[in-house]
């Protein structure tokens, strides 16, 4: 299971395949994915790989300004054949301003995906996290959109090598506007994702695990295996509402939220 304790790989093997994704990551190339080499590989160091390239960016001085669920939806699911939900960690540099032109050579196969955000007034601890404890935790919900850009050759992967990888993480866009939850129907929130002036996804905020707020308990529930907690403060992608779209070089984006206006972009 996904919450096993047990380490197969050395210490020193999960500093150097830290290192080893981090790079992909910086320099935008790709890689084989790490259960080719390593198929001994365990959730647990798959995860400290991951907690490990985090510490490598906050060494250099790269603040951590966030986190994502992904592979939250089914369509997201059936999509990429991983059946569990996964964690990473948004960096600084990761986030791009409302409208902006995304850098497309800094990435490697970019896809975008319609996200809600939740920002936290209160600390949510787990385990035994719920629905409830999040409504009453969150201060404000507001769309999002990532783009997501696995290191792994051809965007292919198993669910512990997406998880070294940061859950693929790699941009993000967020804004429009924010809402109370209490003002919000979060389950029938539609998304409509329009690239070069097509409609190419739509979706309602169900399709995350039967409501968004299942997402951020179940991050909190899944951080607790680490002795970790989402603070005051925290900003939370859900993970992706509808299929991820592949994006190219020169494409715009429209994403609308109803009743949160709307996110749009350009890849450059
Ligand atoms: C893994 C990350 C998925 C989401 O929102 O579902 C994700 C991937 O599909 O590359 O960010
Ligand atoms: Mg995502």
């Not at 369509?75 to 850098?103: N, T, W």
């Not at 999002?144 to 850009?149: F, K, L, R, S, T």
Request: with cysteine; net charge negative.
């Amino acid at each position: 299971m996904i919450n096993e304790m047990k380490n197969q790989l050395t210490k020193e093997q999960i500093a150097q395949l830290a290192e080893h994704c981090e790079k992909a990551e910086l320099e935008a190339y790709e890689i084989t994915k790490i259960t080719d080499d390593y198929p001994q590989m365990t959730y647990r160091d798959a995860f400290d790989i991951q907690w490990e390239a985090r510490r490598r960016k906050e060494a250099r001085g790269t603040k951590i300004v966030g986190m994502k669920m992904g592979l939250t939806s089914w369509a997201k699911m059936s999509q990429m054949g991983v059946e569990h939900p996964c964690y990473g960690y948004l960096a600084d540099y990761f986030s791009v301003p409302e409208g902006a032109s995304i850098r497309f050579d800094e990435l490697i196969h970019p896809k975008i995906e319609a996200e809600l955000a939740f920002v936290l007034k209160e600390e949510l601890k787990g385990p035994g996290i719920h629905i409830g404890d999040v409504l009453r935790a969150t201060d404000f919900v507001m769309p999002a959109v990532e783009v997501i850009d696995s290191r792994y050759k051809d965007f292919k992967f198993d669910l512990k090598s997406v998880i070294a990888d940061n859950s693929s993480s790699s941009r993000f866009m967020t804004g429009g506007n924010m809402a109370k939850p209490e003002d919000l129907d979060l389950k029938t929130l539609g998304v409509v994702m329009e690239v070069n002036g097509k409609v190419v996804q739509t979706g309602a905020g169900a399709a995350v695990l039967g409501h968004p707020a299942a997402s951020v308990a179940m991050l909190a529930n899944m951080l607790a295996e680490r002795d970790e907690s989402l603070p005051a403060g925290s900003f939370i992608m859900i993970g992706a509402i509808t299929e991820a779209v592949t994006v190219n070089k020169g494409d715009s984006f429209v994403v609308h939220f109803n009743g949160l206006g709307s996110l749009s972009g350009r890849f450059e």
